[in-house]
């Protein structure tokens, strides 16, 4: 029975940490760090070597693309941000030690990160929307 679940664990362990190759160049041209985009998402590509082809008079369009993708990397840190207020609201709330003082400071501190992070998270959805809308 160890010999079971020690092959199944090795085996999910494999399976969570083996990296899967990209099949299209152009796949590799739209990189992520974290759940950042790159600035040039959406923008025209050559797949051979990942260059943003600019086309003529549409300076405007790809301007508006890049600006979206910038408003969405700074919308994704404020959500982070948000996160890490709900950590430290979360130890102000442990640490009360009894205080309803401090126990209501961490919990403010917990409620008004998580109405900036509903409010993040919704942005970036209301970004990427228009984004995709502009890539057309």
């Not at 408003?71 to 640490?95: D, H, K, P, S």
């Not at 126990?103 to 970004?127: D, F, Y």
């Amino acid at each position: 029975m160890k010999k079971i679940k020690l092959f199944v664990f090795s085996f999910a362990l494999a399976l969570v940490f083996s990296t899967i190759p990209l099949s299209s160049a152009s796949a590799a041209c739209e990189s992520r760090f974290l759940t950042f985009p790159s600035w040039w998402r959406n923008l025209p590509i050559n797949p051979s070597d990942c260059s943003i082809e600019f086309e003529k008079n549409t300076i405007d369009k790809n301007l508006s693309i890049i600006i979206a993708n910038v408003v969405e990397i700074i919308l994704q840190l404020v959500g982070y941000t948000c996160v890490a207020f709900i950590m430290t609201g979360g130890f102000y709330y442990m640490t009360s030690a009894g205080s309803p003082e401090n126990a209501a400071r961490g919990l403010k501190t917990i409620r008004n990160a998580a109405i900036g992070l509903v409010l993040s998270l919704m942005s970036v959805g209301i970004v990427n929307l228009v984004a995709s809308g502009l890539g057309k």
